[in-house]
């Protein structure tokens, strides 16, 4: 499809457990973000890259979450020693640049993550 | 630290009526806004944005107004039809920043 995919769409880990979750964006666009979106308390952003860095920004809330991209249209988020409180939708974006600006973010459905 | 907030958490409105939907901003470096509108279980999708070089942005029924001054901007829906209940994020970010930060969303019902 055109849009931007994640997966899965569901996922239950036990607490401890490292997750990876997937995320294909938009062929083309440069910018991908990862979004962890809490009920009531909006979305945080997890990780950004620009361009075709293998490896992404990472570092809230801590160490914990990194991404790759091991294409340019693919970023894999990797959750270590998942902890209750991770459990969220998170959420990937990606967006083009348009003029030398940075266009409105694209999303995918998130995946939903519950660690027991 | 919410960068972007909304306070109104929900927001319940008469088909036919105005939406008001409510953001307000404390990074005076943010310099682009957007509005997002999210259906369950589904992503956001991109409504309507406006830069800080304006103070007003209209597309068809929905309107979003840039107070820079207050830090305040608003997204207005008019008038509001039953397709339009959802969460509504508020979106920023600064001068070719690639960063997006969001506010926690408004839920907005519109009644029959």
């Known amino acids: 499809g055109a849009g931007v995919s994640q997966s899965p769409r569901y996922k239950v880990a036990k607490r401890g457990r490292d997750v990876a979750l997937r995320c294909d964006s938009i062929?083309?666009?440069?910018?991908l973000y990862w979004y962890r979106q809490t009920l009531g308390q909006g979305s945080e952003v997890l990780t950004y890259?620009?361009?075709?860095?293998?490896?992404?920004k990472s570092g809230r809330p801590s160490g914990r979450f990194s991404a790759e991209r091991p294409e340019r249209s693919v970023s894999t988020l990797k959750i270590q020693r998942t902890e209750q409180g991770d459990s969220a939708v998170y959420l990937c974006?990606?967006?083009?640049?348009?003029?030398?600006?940075?266009?409105?973010?694209?999303f995918g459905q998130g995946t939903r993550l519950t660690v027991v | 630290d919410q960068q972007v907030k909304q306070n109104s958490p929900s927001l319940s409105v008469q088909e036919g009526r105005i939406s008001i939907l409510n953001c307000d901003y404390t990074?005076?470096?943010?310099?682009?806004f957007l509005w997002y509108k999210k259906y369950p279980a589904e992503g956001p999708t991109f409504l309507i944005s406006?830069?800080?070089?304006?103070d007003k942005n209209e597309d068809g029924r929905f309107t979003v107004f840039l107070n820079k001054s207050a830090k305040h901007l608003s997204l207005h829906i008019v008038p509001s039809q039953p397709g339009d209940s959802a969460v509504y994020f508020c979106a920023a970010r600064g001068l070719n920043d690639y960063k997006l930060s969001f506010g926690a969303g408004t839920t907005v019902t519109v009644r029959a």
């Open positions: 062929s083309g666009h440069v910018t």
């Open positions: 890259s620009q361009s075709d860095a293998q490896r992404d």
């Open positions: 974006a990606s967006s083009s640049l348009s003029g030398g600006r940075v266009a409105e973010a694209f």
């Open positions: 406006i830069s800080s070089i304006k």
């Open positions: 990074n005076s470096m943010f310099d682009y």
